[in-house]
């Protein structure tokens, strides 16, 4: 590794190059001659199966040298100009984006205008499946084509309903966080104290049909659980309001 190599790290803030030799145990992410030390690139949003970065809500693409793409445009039609929140990328390659009218969008991976999904979300409030399907979740009873489903649902590629994830009575509060596990289980957070009726202190693991998986149960001390990773050995890493860590 040359000293004049870069590896491109992305923040919760904004996207910055760092010299290699800095970077976290001089590991190399990929090469960036195109972004100087310490300037910002803009939020990271995703990775694309190309190598590609999204950053600025999926607004902006850069190459892997963190030049601008610039045969790519995001194109978020609307009534108004739309600005990009948040982006993820679903596995056909296909962009979701949440604008700041609340809409969840679907665009090609060039960024083109495929459809609006669902009207009504927070940029923090969804995550793509390796099916494609779409978790959402809201503070508020979400009703797709008709059919009603509390505090969070599941959307088929092509905007419909999934009537197969049903969460019953839903959480009794608001959802801080969702994650998605390689088994199909899903973890939820938040500051609910009951889940479909059935008592689970802020933080619960449901089947994939929607249901409450009543063999897991752990008590938060405090606080709603805000950020959550899987491990390598299976175990959950959970974050909430007060920093505290838990397994």
């Known amino acids: 590794m040359g000293a004049a190599s870069r590896a491109s790290w992305c923040f919760v803030g904004a996207c910055y190059a760092l010299s290699a030799a800095t970077a976290f145990g001089g590991v190399n992410f990929f090469t960036s001659p195109q972004i100087s030390d310490g300037q910002s690139v803009g939020a990271f949003a995703a990775l694309q199966p190309n190598g ?77 499946q390796g099916d494609g399907k779409i978790l959402i979740w809201t503070s508020n009873a979400i009703t797709v084509q008709g059919v009603t489903r509390q505090g969070i649902a599941r959307i ?38 009951t889940f479909d009726k059935v008592a689970v202190l802020g933080f619960v693991r449901l089947n994939s049909n929607g249901s409450v998986d009543q063999t897991f149960s752990v008590t938060i001390q405090s606080a709603p659980i805000t950020e959550m990773a899987e491990m390598p050995n299976g175990q959950v890493a959970a974050w909430n309001a007060a920093t505290r860590q838990l397994e």
């Open 52 to 128: 590609k970065v999204l950053v600025s809500g999926g607004a902006i693409r850069l190459n892997a040298d963190g030049s601008t793409d610039t045969s790519y445009s995001l194109a978020l039609s609307g009534p108004t100009p739309q600005v990009a929140e948040a982006a993820k990328v679903a596995p056909d390659g296909d962009i979701v984006v949440v604008d700041n009218s609340q809409r969840l969008v679907d665009c090609s991976s060039t960024g083109a205008f495929k459809q609006e999904i669902y009207s009504g979300i927070s940029p923090t409030a969804f995550l793509v």
């Open 156 to 193: 088929n590629v092509d905007g419909t309903l999934d009537t197969s994830f049903d969460p019953g009575f839903g959480p009794n509060a608001q959802i801080a966080s969702v994650l998605l596990l390689s088994d199909g289980k899903i973890m939820v957070g938040g500051f609910f104290n």
